[in-house]
């Protein structure tokens, strides 16, 4: 059974552990584990003589109970992509139309009219995986495409592809694309896309913090051993919760002055803005994974 209504996990929980949809002994070993949501993939990590087996481990799970959310990957329906109908993704739809699960990652999304039709039908949030130029581009309108529609990231290894680029830094911009048309849409911080460089550990520590940094909430990940790397890098610092929480307390004293904007002790000046991003430090310490997130905030 789900976790409960609008617990999608969006806006809380740092680590989406991918897993294969054929594989039902990895998947309950990733939902014992200590990754915060799980992603049964029914798309790329599944080979096409194992896609029934796959949805049948999704029907399985559905009906069962569990402590954190659960998100399906199906396979690109070419409706949200503005093709011609995949069989895969078709299959995939009539079974997660019935599936009790917390949402489902649309790959290949570009067509907003398209997604709208696919959430009516579909019934459950949607979170859409920006992999093309074309999604890119259409991002604010993706994600506002349907009141379903939960989050946007994006696919970078198809981007890159799409995009003809070799260059990790050249898909900065889509990021802070990302990130801009998400909150404009009032939608959670979006996640950080997989680190496909299961042994650089190192980098994918330090890509973790730049992307917590530059506005992302959380990140994909494709190994267990990547969670924890990932845990610490989306967690403030024991110096930035002190510096927060500080701020928070120095709020009360000048709220009994009547000020509004003012210097703290520490000779900062202190708005609205900077309070709120004092806030989101402090909520980045209290690990909610199965708290229920709202599935869309207001901007």
Same mark, same amino acid.
Do not use: C
């Given at each position: 059974?789900?976790?409960? @209504?609008?617990?999608?996990?969006?806006?809380?929980?740092?680590?989406? &552990?991918?897993?294969?949809?054929?594989?039902?002994?990895?998947?309950?070993?990733?939902?014992?584990?200590?990754?915060?949501?799980?992603?049964?993939?029914?798309?790329?990590?599944?080979?096409?003589?194992?896609?029934?087996?796959?949805?049948?481990?999704?029907?399985?799970?559905?009906?069962?109970?569990?402590?954190?959310?659960?998100?399906?990957?199906?396979?690109?329906?070419?409706?949200?992509?503005?093709?011609?109908?995949?069989?895969?993704?078709?299959?995939?739809?009539?079974?997660?139309?019935?599936?009790?699960?917390?949402?489902?990652?649309?790959?290949?999304?570009?067509?907003?009219?398209?997604?709208?039709?696919?959430?009516?039908? &579909?019934?459950?949030?949607?979170?859409?995986?920006?992999?093309?130029?074309?999604?890119?581009?259409?991002?604010?309108? &993706?994600?506002?495409?349907?009141?379903?529609?939960?989050?946007?990231?994006?696919?970078?290894?198809?981007?890159?592809?799409?995009?003809?680029?070799?260059?990790?830094?050249?898909?900065?911009?889509?990021?802070?694309?990302?990130?801009?048309?998400?909150?404009?849409?009032?939608?959670?911080?979006?996640?950080? @896309?997989?680190?496909?460089?299961?042994?650089?550990?190192?980098?994918?520590?330090?890509?973790?913090?730049?992307?917590?940094?530059?506005?992302?909430?959380?990140?994909?990940?494709?190994?267990?051993?990547?969670?924890?790397?990932?845990?610490?890098?989306?967690?403030?610092?024991?110096?930035?919760?002190?510096?927060?929480?500080?701020?928070?307390?120095?709020?009360?004293?000048?709220?009994?002055?009547?000020?509004?904007?003012?210097?703290?002790?520490?000779?900062?000046?202190?708005? @609205?803005?900077?309070?709120?991003?004092?806030?989101?430090?402090?909520?980045?310490?209290?690990?909610?994974?199965?708290?229920?997130?709202?599935?869309?905030?207001?901007?």
């Amino acid at each position: 059974m789900s976790t409960g @209504p609008g617990t999608t996990g969006l806006g809380v929980a740092r680590s989406w &552990l991918y897993v294969p949809g054929h594989r039902a002994d990895l998947v309950a070993k990733a939902l014992a584990g200590e990754a915060e949501a799980v992603v049964v993939d029914l798309e790329d990590a599944v080979a096409a003589g194992a896609k029934d087996a796959a949805r049948s481990t999704v029907a399985d799970l559905a009906a069962g109970p569990r402590d954190r959310p659960l998100w399906v990957r199906m396979n690109a329906p070419g409706e949200a992509a503005g093709h011609a109908d995949d069989p895969w993704g078709a299959a995939d739809a009539a079974v997660l139309a019935r599936a009790d699960v917390d949402g489902v990652r649309v790959p290949k999304a570009s067509d907003p009219d398209a997604v709208a039709r696919l959430a009516d039908r &579909l019934g459950r949030p949607l979170h859409l995986l920006l992999e093309s130029a074309l999604g890119v581009e259409r991002a604010f309108a &993706l994600a506002t495409a349907h009141p379903l529609v939960a989050a946007v990231s994006l696919g970078e290894a198809d981007l890159a592809a799409d995009l003809r680029v070799a260059d990790r830094a050249a898909l900065e911009w889509a990021r802070q694309r990302v990130v801009v048309a998400s909150r404009a849409a009032g939608l959670p911080s979006p996640l950080a @896309p997989v680190w496909t460089d299961l042994p650089d550990l190192d980098g994918l520590a330090l890509d973790s913090r730049t992307a917590r940094d530059r506005g992302f909430w959380g990140r994909s990940v494709i190994h267990p051993r990547q969670v924890p790397v990932v845990h610490r890098a989306f967690a403030a610092t024991a110096d930035e919760l002190a510096r927060a929480r500080a701020l928070l307390d120095s709020l009360e004293d000048a709220g009994a002055r009547g000020e509004t904007a003012y210097r703290d002790a520490e000779g900062r000046f202190v708005d @609205p803005a900077v309070v709120a991003g004092a806030r989101t430090v402090l909520a980045r310490a209290v690990h909610r994974s199965a708290v229920p997130a709202e599935t869309r905030e207001t901007p």
